[in-house]
């Protein structure tokens, strides 16, 4: 009998020659070249998947850091070399019930994921394809609404918006001043338009040409547009239109649309109406 090691199974004795038979073989053998590259796939996914699992956390502080610097951007405050979060304190974030234009107490704003909540059947709704002009197919019942105090007054008030574009769903945020009509600014945060054309969206010199424009006419009649071509300046009905950008009118479209349903009476109008009232009466 040669001699065995006493507690070594056969099982082991069997596992360990196969990695070391798999090793001993020619570098250019089929055998030893697919066994090398299985391992080299598992660790290479196990690094993937550990990094992926790790970095998650970070990654969603920073798109909660990317979101509130639009905000802020959107209402034109720069917060270059200032903590973010110290500059976020002048909002007060609220969740709004579309239909009612009321505030809600019992949804907490910083848990409260908008997006998510329209693809829920309790917390979303339906749009009828005749009223679904941003092409968005559902929409929460309630939204978060950002507002600028100085004081006990609020400045101005910050709303989520979003619809299609020609790519691409594009996320942003409007900005309207205490009267609830006059534009402030227009930020996307996430789009996919082409750049140049549709991409843009995001250039500050177009962004430019939104402030001071209105929404909403004297009968409460909602006439904002981003029009194909140029503004003409002076004429009438131009304090509600927008220069369309050149080579991108399915874009410009797709913004003016979703501004039009975001702030109209499906989306934030009944809000907007209530703010407005309430903010004569004082
Ligand atoms: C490669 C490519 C990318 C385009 N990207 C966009 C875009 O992002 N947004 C857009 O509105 N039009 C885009 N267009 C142009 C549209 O197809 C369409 O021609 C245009 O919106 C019409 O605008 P105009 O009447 O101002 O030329 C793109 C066209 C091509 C060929």
Same mark, same amino acid.
């Not at 092409?135 to 019942?141: A, D, E, H, L, P």
């Not at 996430?190 to 909403?216: M, R």
């Not at 927008?242 to 809000?271: C, H, I, Q, Y």
């Given at each position: 009998?040669?001699?065995?090691?006493?507690?070594?199974?056969?099982?082991?004795?069997?596992?360990?020659?196969?990695?070391?038979?798999?090793?001993?073989?020619?570098?250019?053998?089929?055998?030893?070249?697919?066994?090398?590259?299985?391992?080299?796939?598992?660790?290479?996914?196990?690094?993937?998947?550990?990094?992926?699992?790790?970095?998650?956390?970070?990654?969603?502080?920073?798109?909660?850091?990317?979101?509130?610097?639009?905000? @802020?951007?959107?209402?034109?405050? *720069? $917060?270059?070399?200032?903590?973010?979060?110290?500059?976020? !304190?002048? /909002? #007060?974030? %609220?969740?709004?019930?579309?239909?009612?234009?009321?505030?809600?107490?019992?949804?907490?704003?910083?848990?409260?994921?908008?997006?998510?909540?329209?693809?829920?059947?309790?917390?979303?709704?339906?749009?009828?394809?005749?009223?679904?002009?941003?092409?968005?197919?559902?929409?929460?019942?309630?939204?978060?609404?950002?507002?600028?105090?100085?004081?006990?007054?609020?400045?101005?008030?910050?709303?989520?918006?979003?619809?299609?574009?020609?790519?691409?769903?594009?996320?942003?945020?409007?900005?309207?001043?205490?009267?609830?009509?006059?534009?402030?600014?227009?930020?996307?945060?996430?789009?996919?338009?082409?750049?140049? @054309?549709?991409?843009?969206?995001? *250039? $500050?010199?177009?962004?430019?040409?939104?402030?001071?424009? !209105?929404? /909403? #006419?004297? %009968?409460?009649?909602?006439?904002?547009?981003?029009?194909?071509?140029?503004?003409?300046?002076?004429?009438?009905?131009?304090?509600?239109?927008?220069?369309?950008?050149?080579?991108?009118?399915?874009?410009?479209?797709?913004?003016?649309?979703?501004?039009?349903?975001?702030?109209?009476?499906?989306?934030?109008?009944?809000?907007?109406?209530?703010?407005?009232?309430?903010?004569?009466?004082?």
């Amino acid at each position: 009998m040669p001699d065995q090691p006493q507690n070594q199974s056969p099982k082991h004795m069997h596992k360990k020659s196969f990695f070391a038979e798999i090793l001993s073989l020619p570098n250019d053998s089929t055998k030893k070249t697919v066994f090398v590259a299985l391992v080299l796939c598992l660790i290479c996914s196990i690094l993937v998947s550990t990094a992926a699992v790790a970095l998650k956390p970070l990654q969603l502080k920073n798109k909660e850091a990317d979101i509130k610097q639009n905000i @802020l951007a959107v209402a034109g405050i *720069n $917060p270059e070399g200032k903590n973010i979060d110290e500059q976020f !304190k002048q /909002f #007060d974030v %609220k969740v709004v019930d579309l239909n009612t234009g009321e505030y809600v107490d019992n949804i907490d704003p910083d848990s409260y994921d908008q997006r998510k909540a329209a693809a829920d059947p309790a917390l979303g709704v339906p749009i009828p394809g005749e009223k679904d002009i941003a092409k968005i197919g559902r929409r929460s019942k309630y939204a978060k609404v950002y507002l600028l105090r100085e004081g006990d007054e609020i400045k101005q008030i910050i709303l989520p918006i979003h619809g299609y574009g020609l790519w691409s769903t594009l996320y942003g945020f409007i900005a309207l001043e205490k009267d609830a009509n006059t534009i402030k600014g227009i930020k996307f945060y996430e789009q996919a338009e082409t750049p140049g @054309l549709g991409g843009e969206v995001d *250039n $500050p010199k177009w962004q430019a040409k939104w402030i001071g424009k !209105k929404v /909403f #006419d004297d %009968k409460g009649n909602l006439r904002f547009e981003v029009i194909r071509g140029q503004v003409v300046a002076g004429i009438s009905g131009s304090e509600y239109q927008v220069d369309g950008l050149s080579g991108a009118t399915l874009t410009s479209r797709g913004v003016s649309n979703m501004v039009k349903f975001w702030l109209g009476e499906d989306g934030f109008g009944p809000f907007l109406k209530k703010f407005r009232s309430r903010n004569k009466t004082k």
